[in-house]
């Protein structure tokens, strides 16, 4: 009953739910059976405990995108609440770039440069640019990138990935970044880049991720 009021909006993003006793005598439930569903709404990503306060009903309409760990937009894909397409722009294997070798930690070999457009019920909200180290990640194909890079690499190849180092900054938005995605009236974007390494601390992926700002909330 909670989640519905939520997704229509009978109760108000930014607002907190009443009390666990308010609750138990509007519910006539017991503590244990509202907390589990309080914990329910937690973990799916509706309501942010906040300590002294109580239950803040969070922006259904926005995508918790983790800041710490290793998710990938398919995992990310669970918790979101419309219907998700990727859009393969770019798919090419080449030399690494001088410019690639810096962040790759790479002295010569190939490279995978790929550019993804994640559209969100229709409207093309972010722009994933992924460079690879070709000779760590091998058989890359068009298919794995429209499906889950991760998943080719752990389920595939047999590779554990472990850790990534972010970095998040607000930039403006490029000629062609607003031709790319439905910018709105914004003219700025969530910029998240990523060195994502393996087990053994090997760094094989920089992305750069470029996010319409309404629609993102960044969680750790």
Same mark, same amino acid.
């Given at each position: 009953?909670?989640?519905?009021?939520?997704?229509?909006?009978?109760?108000? $993003?930014?607002?907190?739910? @009443? %009390?666990?006793?308010?609750?138990?005598?509007?519910?006539? $439930?017991?503590?244990?059976?509202?907390?589990? %569903?309080?914990?329910?709404?937690? =973990?799916?990503?509706?309501?942010?405990?906040? #300590?002294?306060?109580?239950?803040?009903? +969070?922006?259904?309409?926005?995508?918790?995108? @983790?800041?710490?760990?290793?998710? %990938?937009? &398919?995992?990310?894909? #669970?918790?979101? =609440?419309?219907?998700?397409?990727?859009?393969?722009?770019?798919?090419?294997?080449?030399?690494?770039?001088?410019?690639?070798?810096? =962040?790759?930690?790479?002295?010569?070999?190939?490279?995978?440069?790929?550019?993804?457009?994640?559209?969100?019920?229709?409207? #093309?909200?972010? +722009?994933?640019?992924?460079? *690879?180290?070709?000779?760590?990640?091998?058989?890359?194909?068009?298919?794995?990138?429209?499906?889950?890079?991760?998943?080719?690499?752990?389920?595939?190849?047999? +590779? !554990?990935? %472990?850790?990534?180092?972010?970095?998040?900054?607000?930039? &403006?938005?490029?000629?062609?970044?607003?031709? *790319?995605?439905?910018?709105?009236?914004?003219?700025?974007?969530?910029?998240? &880049?990523?060195?994502?390494?393996?087990?053994? $601390?090997?760094?094989?992926?920089?992305?750069?991720? !470029?996010?319409? @700002?309404? !629609?993102?909330?960044?969680?750790?």
């Amino acid at each position: 009953d909670l989640l519905n009021k939520i997704k229509s909006g009978e109760i108000e $993003a930014n607002t907190y739910l @009443p %009390s666990e006793n308010e609750l138990m005598k509007q519910y006539n $439930a017991s503590r244990d059976t509202i907390r589990k %569903s309080l914990n329910l709404l937690l =973990h799916n990503g509706y309501i942010q405990k906040s #300590k002294g306060k109580g239950s803040l009903v +969070l922006d259904v309409n926005r995508i918790s995108f @983790p800041v710490s760990g290793v998710t %990938s937009f &398919k995992e990310l894909e #669970k918790t979101m =609440h419309g219907k998700v397409n990727t859009i393969v722009t770019i798919f090419l294997e080449s030399e690494v770039t001088e410019e690639i070798k810096k =962040h790759l930690y790479m002295d010569q070999g190939h490279m995978y440069h790929i550019e993804r457009i994640r559209e969100i019920d229709g409207e #093309k909200v972010i +722009l994933d640019i992924d460079y *690879l180290n070709a000779e760590v990640i091998k058989g890359l194909k068009l298919e794995h990138a429209q499906n889950s890079l991760y998943e080719y690499i752990e389920k595939e190849l047999k +590779l !554990k990935i %472990s850790f990534a180092k972010k970095e998040i900054t607000v930039v &403006k938005a490029t000629k062609r970044e607003k031709e *790319l995605l439905d910018m709105k009236d914004y003219d700025l974007l969530v910029c998240v &880049k990523s060195y994502t390494y393996l087990e053994d $601390a090997t760094i094989f992926e920089y992305t750069i991720s !470029k996010h319409r @700002p309404d !629609k993102f909330r960044f969680v750790d």
